[in-house]
Structure formats: structure tokens, C-alpha cells
């Protein structure tokens, strides 16, 4: 109950087409950022900003932070292109006064909402209400802008898209509207949402990591302070884009609850606020694009420098094509320093390049998060749980125990239901508390079942019980100490240790 059902409807879509694969898992992620691409050319073309919409639409897929997200089953790809939409279709509407784009807009908010709840609509109403604050000449005017906007029949498309699946789950549900609107928005906004299965952060939190997200293409920020521009872009359009991702900022900022994902529903129209900034100033001029250059250069020069000072790297145990982790680390720095350098030469002799080449950049590193993920596996995947799974007899059940979110892809690749024991889910928290299930089992009811049935059980490193007062046979045991006896240890996969009864 915690999300809307947006994201669920379109994977079943997808899986129904193209069978329950992982390249049918990650679509509706994957075409919601190339979905976002797209808008933001339409938008450029809209606004008559052509070269600049391609280029942010560049910067846009090819920041960390999105090439991260667009391969996660998530909700946040899916608000981010439908709100994204319904900011553009907004701010065309502001400035033309036509009906349709209304009507576009509060239909694409109504799926915004159907995609991660009324966090959409918060956000959409402070962007517009602070922009259409900022272009009001007066009192009157401003209270004119804003009765503009309850236009009955883009309420009516708003209310006809958001309202039926609401009313059904109250329906449903009695707690469901105390749980969605109160425990899930206000509450966790408080700090106070149970469960709390979210973390805290300064108020800053999120400024560095709109670097890192948009990296490497955050690296020209400074660009804007140093080159003058060339052209001027309307103050209405600027506003209206620092406005898009600037508000989001400070709410989440803001906010209690902190996550780095939250932030990718900024992207689009940051990117597109960078890249319209650059090209007033003629996409950063030779010298400035070349010194960025030098700049990341340097950078990974210094980073390739300090891992090889570590004497025991954590990643030194990854086999990372071929290399060991410590040295791949290394190998992919220099990488990174030679190719920044090749391309601060090229951006200071070929002007008409502009800065399109960085995008060789984040093409390096994808290929080296490809590698370093495939290389952790264990650690980032239950697919190394399944091979050995795959290698028990079929009759063995099996269960995990306490926790479901860490391991929460086992069910999509064994292709049955895996029970919990003892379960301190978050996820799962609320659907054992208000209905009796067979998914949770208590401590006792698994104890009964050990007698009857033959079991595999999935114990992550932070609830493994070491007590030294046991035989070494059982030094690594768990739970109640009264059936502990039962088990014998098979294997450790990651953090995750496999017993057997």
C-alpha cells in the first residue's frame, strides 16, 4: 500500500508481453528516461532552444545519477517524466493561455500522481505557484493567474484520471486512507512515518550529490561565472526551469527523510537550465570547455594516485575484467585522465564540437559500473544465491530470515513465492500487521515446520548469532537456540550464509 499502482500495472503490462525477464523488469524504468529525453527535445523545439534541448538531453541520460536509475526497478523514473511533462506542458500554458496544454498538463500530473503518490502534486504546486508569483505584476493579476488554472475541464481529466484507483483502495482498505495520506506523505515529510526505513541528513545533503549526479557535465557550473553570454534568454523561462528543480531541492531538503534517488526527478529541466546557459555563452567558449577538461584530468589523476597509496583496497578481493579490483580502480583512472586530457585538446582546437565530446566520459564509466557490478555480484545480486540454490533438491523450501528487501529479486528468479521467518521487513511490515498470511512465520511455526518439510534458510551477516559456547559445528548459528541445532551450514554467498536442515 505505501505507492500508487502505476508502476505495478506497466510491468505486469510488460512482463504479460515479454515474459518475466529482467529486460522486461528494467523496461518501463528505461523508456521513462528515453521518454524524458524525448520531452526534453519536443521542449526545446517548443521554446525554440533546438540545440540546446539536444544538448541537455545528452547531459540528462548521460549523468551518473540517471544511468543509475533508469536500470532500477523504481518509482522514481516513472514521476519524473510524467511530472517533467506536466511542468513543461505548465509553463507553455502560462505563457500562451491556451485550454489544451492545461489540459495536457493536470492529465500528466494526474499520472505523476498515480506514480508516487501526492508528492507530485506538492511538488507541481510549489514550482508553479512560486514561478507564477515571481511574472504577477500585482495583487490582482496574481489571483487572476491562479483561478486560471481550476479551469473545470482539466480538473475534471485530473480528477477522472487520479480519483477512481483512491477511491477504490479506501474501499478496499479501511486504514488505507489514514496509512497513504498521513503515515506515507505527512508523516514521513515529519520524520515520524512508521516504519522508519528511511534516513536523516543535513540540509545540505542533496547539494553534493547534484553533482555527482549530473557529473560530468556539473563540472561547467563554474563556466557560467567566468564567460559572458552572448544571447539572452527571456527571464520567464530561466525563472521557470531554476524554479523546476530548485523547489524540489528545498522541499526534500526540507524534508525528514533523505534519499539520494529522490533527486533524479530534478534532472530534466536542470540539465536543460545548464545547457541553455551554456549556449548563450557559446557552449562555454574554447578556453573554459578545456580547462573542465584539465580540471577532470586532474582529478582522476589524483584519484588514480591515492588508490595505488592503498596498501589492502577493498575492492583488491574483485575480479574486474581480469584485474583485480584495486588495480581496475587504477587502470580506470588513468583511463579517465588520458581520455579527459584527449578531449580538453580537442574542445580547444575543434570549437565546433562544442562540449559534446565529454560524453565520451560517462561511456567510460558506464563501462566500468557494468564491470564492477558483474564482478560484486554476490553482493549486489541474489542471481549467485539462485546457482546454488539451483544445485539443492527441489523439495527443500526456501525461506529467508527477518528480512525481505535485501534479497527482494530471489522471488523474480526462483519464480515462486520465498517465505520469511521471524520478519522485521519494513516492506513487509504493514501487510503482516493488518492481514494473517503464509508469507510471515513466527519463530515457533518455523520450528514446527522443520520437523515435516526440508528447508533452505538465507541468513544475512548482521543476524547471524556467533556464540561461542556452541560446538564449532554450529559457531555460526541464529535464532532460537532451540532448533538452532537442526541446521548445518552449506555456503556464504556475499553477506548472505545458507543453511540446511
Given at each position: ?221 563554474p563556466v557560467l561565472l567566468f564567460v559572458r553570454a552572448r544571447q539572452q534568454t527571456p527571464r520567464t523561462l530561466h525563472f521557470f526551469l531554476a524554479c ?76 574486474v575484467y581480469g584485474m583485480d579490483g584495486k588495480q581496475f580502480l587504477r587502470v580506470f583512472m588513468l583511463s579517465a585522465c588520458v581520455l579527459s586530457t ?160
Open positions: 500500500m505505501e505507492k500508487p499502482p502505476l508502476l505495478y500495472w506497466l510491468t505486469a503490462i510488460s512482463f504479460a508481453v515479454f515474459g518475466e525477464n529482467e529486460w522486461a523488469a528494467r523496461l518501463v524504468p528505461a523508456m521513462s528516461a528515453l521518454s524524458c529525453v524525448a520531452l526534453i527535445l519536443w521542449f526545446g523545439r517548443q521554446i525554440a532552444r533546438v540545440a540546446a534541448s539536444r544538448l541537455a538531453a545528452l547531459m540528462f541520460i548521460s549523468g551518473l545519477g540517471v544511468m543509475a536509475m533508469s536500470r532500477t526497478l523504481m518509482f522514481d523514473m516513472l514521476l519524473t517524466v510524467f511530472l517533467t511533462g506536466a511542468l513543461m506542458f505548465g509553463y507553455l500554458y502560462s505563457i500562451s493561455g491556451e485550454k489544451k496544454k492545461l489540459n495536457w498538463c493536470l492529465g500528466l500530473l494526474a499520472f505523476a500522481l498515480l506514480a508516487k503518490g501526492f508528492v507530485a502534486v506538492i511538488l507541481f504546486g510549489a514550482v508553479s505557484f512560486i514561478y507564477t508569483i515571481l511574472f504577477s505584476s500585482s495583487l490582482r493579476d496574481l489571483q487572476k493567474r491562479i483561478i486560471a488554472w481550476f479551469d473545470p475541464k482539466a480538473i475534471g481529466i485530473f480528477l477522472l484520471i487520479a480519483l477512481p484507483w483512491h477511491i477504490a483502495a479506501i474501499w478496499a482498505e479501511p486504514i488505507f486512507a489514514w496509512f497513504y495520506f498521513i503515515n506515507e506523505h505527512v508523516l514521513r515529510f515529519l520524520g515520524k512515518r512508521e516504519p522508519h526505513d528511511y534516513y536523516a541528513g543535513a540540509w545540505w545533503y542533496y547539494l553534493p550529490r547534484m553533482v555527482l549526479y549530473l557529473f560530468p557535465w556539473s563540472f561547467f557550473l523546476a528543480w530548485i523547489m524540489p531541492v528545498l522541499f526534500f531538503s526540507l524534508s525528514s527523510a533523505k534519499a539520494n534517488y529522490y533527486l533524479v526527478v530534478v534532472m530534466p529541466l536542470a540539465a536543460l537550465q545548464l545547457a541553455i546557459a551554456l549556449e548563450d555563452r557559446g557552449f562555454g567558449a574554447a578556453w573554459g570547455r578545456a580547462l573542465v577538461g584539465v580540471f577532470l584530468a586532474t582529478l582522476f589523476g589524483l584519484a588514480a594516485w591515492w588508490v595505488g597509496k592503498q596498501v589492502n583496497h577493498q575492492l583488491s578481493s574483485l575480479l584527449g578531449v580538453a585538446v580537442l574542445v580547444w582546437h575543434k570549437a565546433r564540437f562544442g562540449i559534446f565530446p565529454f560524453i565520451a566520459l560517462p561511456a567510460l564509466m558506464l563501462l566500468a559500473f557494468i564491470g564492477l557490478l558483474q564482478a560484486a555480484a554476490q553482493w549486489t545480486s541474489t542471481q549467485p544465491l539462485l546457482a546454488e540454490l539451483s544445485t539443492i533438491e527441489a523439495k527443500h523450501e526456501v525461506f529467508l530470515f527477518k528480512v525481505f528487501e535485501h534479497q527482494s529479486s530471489l522471488p523474480f528468479y526462483l519464480k515462486q513465492p520465498v517465505r520469511v521467518v521471524d520478519s522485521r521487513s519494513s516492506d513487509l511490515f504493514w501487510g503482516n500487521k493488518l492481514h494473517k498470511n503464509s508469507i510471515v512465520l513466527s519463530d515457533s511455526s518455523f520450528d514446527t515446520l522443520l520437523d515435516k518439510q526440508s528447508v533452505v534458510l538465507l541468513v544475512l551477516d548482521e543476524d547471524l548469532d556467533r556464540n561461542p559456547k556452541l560446538p564449532d559445528s554450529q559457531a555460526e548459528c541464529f535464532m532460537c537456540k532451540k532448533y538452532a541445532y537442526k541446521f548445518k551450514k552449506i555456503k556464504k554467498i556475499g553477506r548472505t550464509t545458507l543453511f540446511m536442515n
